[in-house]
């Protein structure tokens, strides 16, 4: 049976009078599993990294800016410039309760602008944003030193500001602490109420650390913008798609400021749910491929155990024919037939889980290590679970493996096997 001794002896012995040939057919399952391993963990942290983009703002959100016209409408020519106001915010908020969270900010220099910001002698050009509290929700920030803005620091117009962790580098020594003190940009001082840090990898962390936030209010006055809003940054209700909110609210920003429903242009737009959604939707695709490419990689390397337990069996047809004579059922054939199947699949598939394991988390180390910070890749990982399934159900191609040539093998009858040359 399976668990005789001298079944495994046997086995062995075939094992090592042909170990060319038996290393290169456990290569070929090897190579196929650490294949798989590697690629799995690969596109994990190629998805790590990508989803880390998102992990910094709410998923269910999306922003609205505005752009000249393209299409005239109620005698407005085309190109006409407009801009969104105050009322707009308490438009939305009365009209839509589909939104969550409804941030509408202003910034110095518009998208991406920079200003020059002092304290003493020390000196950088940062962001500068006008924002409401509600923000916070929307682009999730970490407060590591004070507080976000409130709902005082709006009323009141306060001269508060909120810097990234990159300001506070350039603009304060290392020990010194920023609470309360001044800084100054666009002629106007404002007192350092809090510290904030993101989430974010590369060139996309490095940019949102060196922002200063000043509470609305305070920018549209201090800075004479009026009722003027540059764009509204919002969320949906849990339960509600961000499409949906961003269709009602452009239909509602159309009518309040006359352009056109059939201008597609007029207003920018960023769906950060739609990016969202097409990330995870790639993400599968790349898993199918790879579960694809690995598994027919796998099988590629079982068909080579199969191919080789057909010629093993010709290579013993006397020595089956004997063991038949004298009394071997047709079940100890078989059995003895998909055990060395098995023990090649098994042996050779665990090696390369193994080196596949140890390849992943050895880059994973490497990278926290070394503190490299490779964009759009992080935190290689394999999981466990997939893993075990994946040596699992090698193992079982490799008892079907052995099951083909083994059904050969007691199909042979003693007499004609030990007439065989």
């Known amino acids: 049976m399976i668990f005789d001794r001298d079944n495994w002896q046997e086995i062995f012995h075939s094992l090592k009078q042909n170990k060319l040939r038996s290393f290169l057919t456990a290569f070929g399952v090897f190579w196929g599993i650490f294949l798989l391993l590697v690629m799995l963990g690969a596109g994990t942290g190629l998805q790590n990294g990508v989803m880390d983009d998102f992990s910094n703002r709410a998923t269910n959100s999306f922003y609205i800016w505005t752009r000249p ?120 001082y404002f007192k350092v109420v809090g510290v904030f840090t993101t989430n974010s990898a590369g060139d996309q962390a490095e940019e949102e650390t060196q922002t200063i936030f000043i509470p609305f209010s305070t920018f549209q006055h201090a800075f004479n913008f009026g009722k003027r809003v540059s764009w509204f940054s919002i969320t949906s209700q849990p339960d509600v798609p961000a499409s949906v909110v961003e269709k009602k609210a452009i239909a509602l920003l159309a ?48 068909i080579g155990v199969s191919n080789i337990m057909l010629i093993i069996i010709k290579e013993r047809t006397r020595e089956i024919g004997i063991r038949r004579a004298i009394g071997a059922t047709p079940l100890n054939i078989l059995s003895q037939i998909m055990a060395e199947s098995v023990l090649l699949t098994a042996v050779s598939g665990y090696i390369g889980l193994f080196c596949g394991v140890v390849i992943v988390e050895l880059a994973s180390r490497v990278l926290k290590a070394t503190g490299a910070k490779v964009e759009y890749f992080k935190n290689p990982e394999i999981n466990f679970k997939v893993a075990i399934i994946s040596l699992s159900i090698l193992v079982i191609c490799g008892a079907l493996a052995g099951l083909i040539p083994g059904r050969k093998a007691i199909s042979i009858k003693p007499v004609e096997a030990i007439r065989d040359d």
């Open 69 to 188: 016209t393209t299409l005239p409408y109620k005698g407005f020519p085309i190109g006409r410039r407009f801009y969104f106001d105050n009322d707009d915010i308490e438009a939305l908020r009365q009209n839509i309760p589909q939104i969550q969270y409804l941030g509408p900010r202003n910034q110095v220099g518009g998208h991406r602008g920079v200003t020059n910001v002092t304290r003493g002698l020390k000196n950088g050009a940062f962001s500068i944003n006008g924002d409401y509290p509600e923000y916070r929700h929307i682009q999730l920030l970490k407060i590591t030193t004070g507080r976000f803005i409130n709902d005082l620091d709006m009323r009141d117009r306060r001269k508060v500001a909120i810097i990234g962790t990159r300001v506070r580098e350039v603009l304060f020594d290392k020990e010194e602490d920023p609470l309360g003190e001044n800084i100054l940009f666009r002629g106007v």
């Open 255 to 302: 009518e309040r400021h006359q352009i056109s429903p059939d201008d597609q242009t007029a207003f920018g737009r960023y769906n950060v749910e739609k990016e969202y959604r097409k990330m995870v939707n790639l993400f599968k695709g790349i898993n199918i491929l790879t579960w694809f490419v690995g598994t027919f990689t796998l099988i590629a390397g079982v």
